[in-house]
Nanobody, 127 residues
Framework: QVQLVESGGGLVQPGGSLRLSCAASGPISSVNGMAWHRQVPGKEREMVAAITSHGAMMYLDAVKGRFIISRDNARNTVSLQMNSLNPGDTAVYFC?????????????????????WGQGTQVTVSS
């Protein structure tokens, strides 16, 4: 069973920093793109930062220069270093990964690829 488990959310004062981490586990043969998204009540989920399997990165304009996405391919993890946080960054942050899977079911090897999400972690920026 595939799981994406996030950690590192919490309450921080404006100007502070937080680091989010996400670990993917399960019958994973390769991890393709990975990303962080965020959502506030009443608004659509938006992509904050993404990183390809080759390390190419992209960022939401609002976080450029403040957030840094990174990944550890050996550990199937992705992290988001968030600096100079402001109240506008308050949201639930979700980890997302494009995973290729390989399983043996009843002696038959099966491969698949899909988009997976973590359960979300709350980030609150407030004084």
């Amino acid at each position: 069973q595939v799981q994406l488990v996030e950690s590192g959310g919490g309450l921080v004062q404006p100007g502070g920093s937080l680091r989010l981490s996400c670990a993917a586990s399960g019958p994973i043969s390769s991890v393709n793109g990975m990303a962080w998204h965020r959502q506030v009540p009443g608004k659509e989920r938006e992509m904050v930062a993404a990183i390809t399997s080759h390390g190419a990165m992209m960022y939401l304009d609002a976080v450029k220069g403040r957030f840094i996405i990174s990944r550890d391919n050996a550990r199937n993890t992705v992290s988001l270093q968030m600096n100079s946080l402001n109240p506008g960054d308050t949201a639930v942050y979700f980890c997302n990964a494009d995973l290729s899977l390989e399983e043996v079911v009843n002696g038959v090897r099966r491969t698949s690829r899909g988009d997976y999400w973590g359960q979300g972690t709350q980030v609150t920026v407030s004084s």
